[in-house]
């Protein structure tokens, strides 16, 4: 397996002539981020992501829930035919199995609408790596590398400490991390490191184009 962590939420995950990329959205930067994809996963409707320019980078299908469908299909109906709808809890095979997460995103604030969210736990040669989204659901099997939101409107650090922890998965990998300055990244990798170490538990930021 190869994985490469791509601007913001924005995954690319490489095995066995397969490469499924993940939320490459306004925040991701890398015109090339779905090159080459045979599947793309959206986790919900947010501009960083998903955006119709990526999208149409590729001819790969798009896997996603109905939220997100629709908005692609409103802003660019030349994609709608490309779109597969998921549904939380199903099983499916991308070029890898996986299982939907979840359904709702984190709460930014009370007074505003709330979304829909799901998250995609793949496996990938034997390894479970889980991509969250914007959400903090914890699945019900074991996860070996988590995808960790670190800096978003909805998160504070102690949560994603929590979320890491609840996860259990013995190493978390930085997403979501375009909300921070590097000096607020590298804090919260301090923090972060300080309470997941005494569990076994290593974290690791990846820089954009950075290979795990």
């Known amino acids: 397996m190869r994985l490469t962590k791509l601007g913001h939420a924005c995954v690319r995950i490489e095995s066995g002539g397969h490469t499924i990329v993940l939320d490459p959205g306004a925040f991701t930067p890398e015109e090339d981020a779905t090159a080459g994809a045979t599947a793309v996963l959206v986790t919900h409707e947010h501009a960083d992501h998903w955006s119709a320019e990526h999208l149409r980078r590729s001819q790969a299908p798009i896997w996603t829930i109905q939220a997100v469908a ?91 400490i929590d979320f890491a922890r609840d996860v259990g998965a013995p190493r978390s990998v930085a997403i979501h991390d375009a909300i921070y300055s590097e000096a607020g990244l590298q804090f919260a990798a301090g923090l972060i490191e300080g309470f997941l170490g005494p569990r076994d538990q290593t974290y690791t930021r990846l820089q954009p184009g950075q290979d795990l």
């Open 70 to 160: 629709d908005a692609i299909t409103g802003e660019a109906p030349d994609l709608a035919g490309r779109i597969t709808v998921v549904a939380p809890g199903q099983q499916l095979d991308v070029g890898v199995p996986l299982e939907v997460v979840g359904e709702r995103h984190a709460v930014i604030h009370p007074e505003l609408p709330g979304l829909h969210n799901s998250g995609f736990l793949l496996e990938v040669e034997g390894q479970q790596v889980f991509h969250p989204g914007d959400a903090l659901t914890v699945p019900e099997r074991d996860v070996d590398l988590l995808l960790l939101p670190v800096s978003a409107p909805w998160l504070k650090v102690s949560e994603c």
